[in-house]
């Protein structure tokens, strides 16, 4: 089954502090994977993809197939990196549609 | 370029009456995809309208079902709401082509079914 597994409900940290949000999947061949973020009042956003292997606000994520992990890193974070974080899968022969893991809140505090 | 809106943005039912949820999608893009997001979960794969014909669904029963209209937006009717259909409802265009589909998602629709 396809499935995405973040374990961690809340993260919080103190500015400056290194960030790791813990992202699992369960997919069988290739997956294509996305975090996307949700700050407060404003509407979920995709921040990274795995294949563009790109940095986004500081933000990196490397795929690791042999842990089935794709966790979202961040060396210093700011207060205004707080926002929710959703990690997601593309569905296996879909047009795009998604599979989320349930989210961590991450807390940034001064 | 305009991004995506849904309407209302909130709305209160009783159990047993219908609903729709409209989406306009984003400039350009022809797909459109809803999700259902119960309060502390993460979005919910619903289904995918592409031409107007739906195009992938997830686990939901046929009591959720939608449109795609000629300029690419769509509707999201629920019948027979039940208290477990309360919910943000989240509509995502895309455009389709051979390569990413990166979803644009709208601001939701929060559904509340008393």
């Known amino acids: 089954a396809q499935r995405v597994t973040q374990p961690e409900k809340l993260l919080s940290v103190f500015k400056g502090a290194p960030v790791e949000l813990k992202c699992n999947y369960s997919y069988s061949g290739s997956p294509e994977l996305f975090w996307y973020v949700q700050y407060s009042r404003q509407r979920l956003q995709l921040l990274l993809r795995?294949?563009s292997r790109e940095s986004i606000k500081g933000f990196t994520a490397d795929l690791n197939k042999g842990e089935t992990s794709f966790h979202l890193k961040k060396p210093f974070a700011q207060e205004e990196d707080s926002a929710m974080y959703y990690c997601a899968l593309k569905n296996r022969g879909s047009q795009g549609n998604l599979i989320f893991g349930k989210g961590t809140k991450l807390s940034v505090k001064p | 370029e305009t991004g995506v809106t849904q309407s209302p943005t909130h709305l209160i039912k009783t159990r047993g009456q219908q609903v729709t949820l409209r989406c306009s999608s984003q400039?350009?893009?022809?797909?459109v995809s809803w999700y259902q997001q119960a309060l502390g979960q993460g979005p919910q794969f619903i289904f995918q309208?592409?031409?107007?014909?739906?195009?992938g669904r997830g686990n939901f029963p046929p009591r959720f079902s939608g449109l795609q209209f000629p300029n690419y937006s769509s509707e999201l009717n629920v019948n027979a709401l039940e208290l477990d259909d309360s919910a943000l409802y989240l509509c995502?265009?895309?455009?389709?082509?051979?390569?990413?589909?990166?979803?644009?998602f709208g601001p939701g629709t929060r559904l509340t079914v008393t």
């Open positions: 309208y592409y031409r107007e014909e739906e195009n």
């Open positions: 795995h294949i």
């Open positions: 400039s350009g893009h022809n797909t």
């Open positions: 995502a265009s895309s455009y389709r082509t051979s390569g990413s589909y990166e979803q644009y």
